[in-house]
């Protein structure tokens, strides 16, 4: 396993983390996965053994349970706390109350409280906004964080699913105010869906903010299962669940190509998607989830591939975007 810095940090965590989104099954996410706790302690187990030290979940996912689950197989496994870099976020609605969501100071403190009570632990490594939250000032929540980073309750914060204007006038505000700032970023983003490099990545590399990924096979498109002719080896989630706009011939042309490299390497399309991810300078670090062991074993070899140049060069060329204004301006005037 392979570790790096998490954005404009001295906080080391591995290049693969381990998402939590098929823990529990309750609600909409028994789409996911289903895994009760002996499931969820055997994950845990083997991540952590492949040197994983990096958890990510939500106080949303399975409503809670999800957290629990987590917080259970850390004491069932007797894993040092200190250790573990713990993850979770705040923002969608937690009750039908009208204040059970968003980023306002009374939902950040009622929610830190809970998430710290199902994770049985006394602090959260890092506690990231789940959503930008149009409606509340965005003082009130930096201010709601800072104060639970100086409480010792936090030790970093993140944001997950902003725009790079989000981001920025984040940071602007966080320097104006003397507040902690975001020091991360959780994005979707995979060979099959690289919008994020138009301006998201560039305003993370300017800014120094670590980038953690989710959804790297793009709800299972890319894990082998699918080609362009129909065929699957199941049903999979990507064709029962998926919410992620995708240019379904531009991701065939993609997966062509992966099937035949996967082929020629003796390794799977799963694992040169995660592979290419982990090329990327920007990424500090990608979330597996898994609903077996075996789709875990299969994603942790992907730290182990390699590509020559061409190979690199052949999979950009098959998946990189069409050049939209005011990027295309941008290279004319850099030739």
């Known amino acids: 396993m392979k570790y790096k810095v998490l954005g404009n940090t001295g906080l080391s965590v591995s290049?693969?983390?381990?998402?939590?989104?098929?823990?529990?099954?309750?609600?909409?996410?028994?789409?996911?996965?289903?895994?009760?706790?002996?499931?969820?302690?055997?994950?845990?187990?083997?991540?952590?053994?492949?040197?994983?030290?990096?958890?990510?979940t939500a106080n949303i996912y399975s409503e809670g349970m999800s957290e629990e689950l987590t917080g259970q197989a850390i004491r069932n496994l007797g894993l040092k706390r200190d250790d573990l870099v713990i993850a979770t976020k705040v923002c969608a609605a937690m009750g039908p109350g009208v204040n059970d969501k968003g980023l306002s100071r009374k939902h950040i403190m009622q929610q830190v409280e809970a998430s710290l009570k199902r994770l049985n632990t006394d602090y959260i490594d890092l506690y990231?906004?789940?959503?930008?939250?149009?409606?509340?000032?965005?003082?009130?929540?930096?201010?709601?964080?800072?104060?639970?980073?100086?409480?010792?309750?936090?030790?970093?914060?993140?944001?997950?699913?902003?725009?790079?204007?989000?981001?920025?006038?984040?940071?602007?505000?966080?320097?104006?105010?003397?507040?902690?700032?975001?020091?991360?970023?959780?994005?979707?983003?995979?060979?099959?869906?690289?919008?994020?490099?138009?301006?998201?990545?560039?305003?993370?590399?300017?800014?120094?903010v670590g980038l953690m990924v989710w959804s790297p096979l793009c709800a299972g498109l890319l894990s082998g299962k699918y080609k362009r002719n129909g065929e699957a080896t199941d049903a999979g989630r990507y064709k029962q669940y998926s919410f992620i706009p995708v240019d379904t011939a531009r991701a065939f042309n993609i997966l062509d190509v992966l099937h035949t490299m996967a082929a020629e390497k003796g390794v799977t399309v799963a694992q040169l998607s995660l592979a290419w991810l982990l090329?990327?300078?920007?990424?500090?670090?990608?979330?597996?989830?898994?609903?077996?062991?075996?789709?875990?074993?299969?994603?942790?070899?992907?730290?182990?591939?390699?590509?020559?140049?061409?190979?690199?060069?052949?999979?950009?060329?098959?998946?990189?975007?069409?050049?939209?204004?005011?990027?295309?301006?941008?290279?004319?005037?850099?030739?």
């Open 128 to 208: 990231q906004a789940h959503a930008y939250d149009p409606i509340t000032p965005l003082e009130e929540t930096l201010r709601a964080f800072d104060d639970l980073v100086t409480s010792g309750k936090v030790r970093y914060i993140g944001a997950s699913n902003n725009g790079a204007w989000h981001l920025m006038k984040a940071l602007a505000c966080a320097e104006k105010h003397n507040l902690h700032p975001y020091i991360s970023m959780q994005s979707h983003y995979s060979i099959a869906t690289r919008e994020l490099e138009r301006e998201i990545i560039p305003a993370l590399t300017d800014q120094h």
């Open 15 to 56: 290049t693969l983390c381990l998402g939590t989104m098929t823990f529990g099954g309750k609600g909409i996410y028994q789409v996911v996965g289903t895994l009760g706790q002996a499931a969820v302690n055997e994950l845990f187990k083997r991540a952590v053994e492949a040197g994983i030290n990096f958890i990510d």
């Open 279 to 335: 090329h990327q300078s920007a990424v500090t670090s990608v979330i597996i989830g898994a609903n077996k062991l075996s789709q875990l074993n299969d994603n942790l070899q992907s730290t182990d591939v390699q590509f020559t140049e061409q190979e690199l060069q052949q999979l950009d060329e098959v998946s990189k975007l069409p050049v939209e204004y005011p990027n295309w301006i941008f290279n004319w005037r850099n030739r």
